[in-house]
C-alpha cells in the first residue's frame, strides 16, 4: 500500500499516477498496490518529479514499524527519526514542534 501527499505535481506524472492511485482529496493519493509494484511507483516519482512537487510517500513494509516513509523537496512537514522510528513533525502555532 501506498499513501502519497504532493504540493504540486507535473501533469503527466499526475496522469501516469492516476493508473495506480485514488485521488480522495486534491494532492492526496492512496494505492493498494503490490510491494515490488509500490517500489517502481516510487522509483517513477523520484525520477520524474521536481523537488517543488513536494512529495512525502508512506509504504507499507513487513518489518516494523510496518512503514516507511520517503520524501522529496520541501514537504512543508518536517520528517525526523527517534530510536529508528520515522516520524514526521505537525506545526503547532506557526511553528514546528522540536
Known sequence: ?????????????RGRIKLW??????????????????????????????ADSGLMVFQRISKAPGYEIHTLGD?????TELSGLQLVME????NLLS
Do not use: H, W
Not at 494505492?31 to 521536481?50: E, H, M, N, R, W
Open 1 to 13: 500500500m501506498l499513501v502519497m501527499i504532493a504540493n504540486d505535481l507535473p501533469p503527466a506524472v
Open 91 to 94: 506545526k503547532m502555532g506557526g
Open 75 to 79: 514537504t512543508k512537514r518536517r520528517l
Open 21 to 50: 492511485f485514488v485521488e480522495p482529496r486534491p494532492n492526496i493519493f492512496v494505492s493498494g498496490v503490490k510491494d515490488a509494484t509500490a517500489q517502481k511507483v516510487i522509483d517513477y516519482l523520484f525520477q520524474y518529479c521536481p
